[in-house]
T-cell receptor, first 112, second 111 residues
Framework: ETGVTQSPTHLIKTRGQQVTLRCSSQ?????VSWYQQALGQGPQFIFQ???????GRGNFPPRFSGLQFPNYSSELNVNALELDDSALYLC???????????FGSGTRLTVV | SQQGEEDPQALSIQEGENATMNCSYK?????LQWYRQNSGRGLVHLIL?????REKHSGRLRVTLDTSKKSSSLLITASRAADTASYFC???????????FGQGTRLTINP
């Protein structure tokens, strides 16, 4: 059992740029979700993928997009970065059903 | 949107004391989960309680759920310095896989 790994751990980007964040799910988990956590706030749901299809989306604009690969790893892409996109981005994997999620350590994105 | 609301926002106690955190939510749920987060790192799943359960234990943790009041509580007994962290409750929305988190309770255990 390897847990969830995210890369990179920290990233600084300029407003207007694009960014790709990566996540490797825990072995055996078929569902991956992405969350955005602003400083001092709880995580906010961005979207979820199941079997490479988007399976739910939160209140985020289309410039937030994602992919899930056959090996259940995942990417989060954000285009046209804005200052307010600065946050901790968390990836979580789980089995389908009422199970707890396994979170990665997150990617700290700073937009300047 | 954030459904769960934790109370208090911050709690500071002495090592060895018990810590109680509360969470309220607005709509019907299938289950409620509690997570711990250390210093802005990833969240660690602590416990999941289903809507037909009233109480659940895991080691020093005790979680209660009152669906009539739409509230839950997390009790940590015999606290340790290592319990210093932020604690979040999270609910599902109508069976969806999406978790909706509250703003968390920041717990500090003083030696």
């Amino acid at each position: 059992e390897t847990g969830v790994t995210q890369s990179p751990t920290h990233l600084i980007k300029t407003r207007g740029q694009q960014v790709t964040l990566r996540c490797s799910s825990q072995s055996g988990h078929n569902t991956v979700s992405w969350y955005q956590q602003a400083l001092g706030q709880g995580p906010q749901f961005i979207f979820q993928y199941y079997r490479e299809e988007e399976n739910g989306r939160g209140n985020f604009p289309p410039r937030f997009s994602g992919l899930q690969f056959p090996n259940y790893s995942s990417e989060l892409n954000v285009n046209a970065l804005e200052l307010d996109d600065s946050a901790l981005y968390l990836c979580a994997s789980s089995l389908t059903g009422p199970y707890g999620y396994t979170f990665g350590s997150g990617t700290r994105l700073t937009v300047v | 949107s954030q459904q769960g609301e934790e109370d208090p926002q911050a709690l500071s106690i002495q090592e060895g004391e018990n810590a109680t955190m509360n969470c309220s939510y607005k709509t019907s749920i299938n289950n409620l989960q509690w997570y711990r987060q250390n210093s802005g790192r990833g969240l660690v799943h602590l416990i999941l309680i289903r809507s037909n359960e009233r109480e659940k234990h895991s080691g020093r943790l005790r979680v209660t759920l009152d669906t009539s009041k739409k509230s839950s509580s997390l009790l940590i007994t015999a606290s340790r310095a290592a319990d210093t962290a932020s604690y979040f409750c999270a609910t599902d929305e109508g069976g969806a896989q999406k978790l909706v988190f509250g703003q968390g309770t920041r717990l500090t255990i003083n030696p």
